[in-house]
């Protein structure tokens, strides 16, 4: 077993899913789409490797992204760097901010 299928999988929570940007899903491979490899880095993801990154709705559908916890992460931290520029409470004080804040936690989180 390596070390990536021992680790405790992370739920992220619902009210930061829509704010972790994806890629459009119209450039992903089947295998991205469907949730077999990873959407940013196409690394093959099993259930005990994968980040499920939730629902997603299209003009066609619905679809369930997962990602490695590296890319995850990745993601996660461009979110919460993002975040400040569309966020009246970031303006005023960025440390009072419960999204980043929770952001935050969340790429503390996966780094372990």
């Not at 890629?23 to 992903?28: A, G, H, Q, S, V």
């Not at 066609?60 to 993601?75: D, K, L, M, Y």
């Amino acid at each position: 077993m390596t070390t990536a299928e021992t680790r405790a999988l992370v739920d992220i929570p619902a009210e930061l899913l829509p704010l972790i940007p994806l890629p459009p899903l119209e450039t992903l491979s089947d295998a991205r789409a469907r949730g077999a490899e990873c959407v940013w880095g196409g690394e093959s993801l099993s259930t005990a490797t994968a980040i499920d990154l939730g629902e997603r709705e299209t003009d066609g559908g619905h679809w369930f992204p997962r990602a490695c916890r590296p890319c995850a992460r990745q993601a996660v931290l461009a979110a919460r760097n993002q975040h400040p520029g569309l966020c009246e409470q970031c303006a005023d004080d960025a440390r009072r901010c419960e999204t980043r804040r929770a952001l935050h936690t969340l790429a503390l989180e996966l780094r372990r």
